[in-house]
């Protein structure tokens, strides 16, 4: 599941007396004060201007997630916008993912259908964050154009030790099977939790096990690294295969051999 194809954008603000302070802790105040209509745009251009970066400095192709906040998905003119960071920072869409929670999707469900309809037509993802933690009824699913589940953090962590939290992971990835949707488990810490969503066929995970959250300059390293040691694994496995195929020839041979001496 660690395969290094998506990342996930993660604003970050400096206190001089805190330091880095979360996103959880300034996003509320963003939203309430209508700031986060500007920030969220910001946020959207960085990533994807980055992205774009990482692409041409030869960085193997990844897509980027950013969520919308509930002000953001309410703009109107919100896919207008989404489609001017696109053409003004050259990313391909198929690189952009967005991230809505259910309850937002379900304030307004004509609206919503309208703006991802819209959203899905320049060819980005469309993803639910936080699922399981919403509306209760999953009709939805079906009535918008959804890529991706993202399993909420908070049924991730106690995977392993509730069972009423693996029960819960395991139902969202069945149905997430059965309605041929992607998903994502949140929050993942630890090898047990991995292993233990690899069972279940989980499609991807993402979490701390994998990577903190690093600015853009050390990430670039972590990649550039990645691809490295995934180009090795292709080389040896490359090799064995060459190896394998010769043995098997050197095997064929044998027997044509020893058939031919009879």
């Not at 209508?34 to 990533?47: M, N, T, Y």
């Not at 992971?169 to 090898?191: D, F, M, N, P, Y």
């Not at 979490?207 to 550039?224: D, I, K, M, V, W």
Request: one cysteine or more; charged letters at 20%; hydrophobic letters at 40%.
């Amino acid at each position: 599941m660690p395969s290094g194809k998506g990342i996930k954008s993660r604003p970050t603000t400096s206190c001089p007396e805190r330091g880095l302070v979360a996103p959880a802790e300034f996003i509320p105040v963003a939203e309430e004060s209508g700031l986060i209509i500007p920030i969220g745009e910001w946020v959207l251009r960085q990533a994807c201007a980055q992205n774009k970066a990482w692409q041409a400095a030869g960085l193997p192709p990844l897509r980027v997630a950013v969520n919308l906040s509930a002000r953001q998905f309410r703009q109107k003119t919100l896919a207008d916008t989404v489609a001017q960071v696109l053409n003004a920072t050259g990313l391909d869409p198929k690189y952009l993912e967005l991230e809505l929670t259910e309850s937002l999707l379900m304030e307004n469900t004509q609206a919503s259908s309208t703006m991802l309809a819209a959203l899905k037509a320049m060819g980005l993802q469309i993803s639910i964050d936080d699922f399981g933690t919403g509306y209760s009824s999953l009709s939805y699913l079906k009535r918008f154009p959804i890529d991706s589940l993202k399993i909420d953090r908070s049924f991730v962590s106690d995977v392993t030790t509730d069972p009423d939290d693996a029960a819960i992971v395991i139902a969202i990835i069945a149905l997430a099977h059965s309605l041929r949707l992607k998903v994502i488990a949140e929050g993942v810490e630890t090898k047990e939790q991995l292993a233990l969503l690899r069972a279940q066929n989980c499609h991807a995970a993402q979490g701390h096990l994998f990577c903190r959250p690093l600015p853009s300059e050390a990430f670039a390293q972590l990649l550039r690294q990645w691809r490295q040691k995934r180009w090795g694994i292709k080389l040896t496995k490359r090799s064995s295969l060459k190896r394998a195929e010769a043995a098997q020839i050197s095997l064929l041979a044998t027997r044509r051999s020893q058939l031919g001496t009879r």
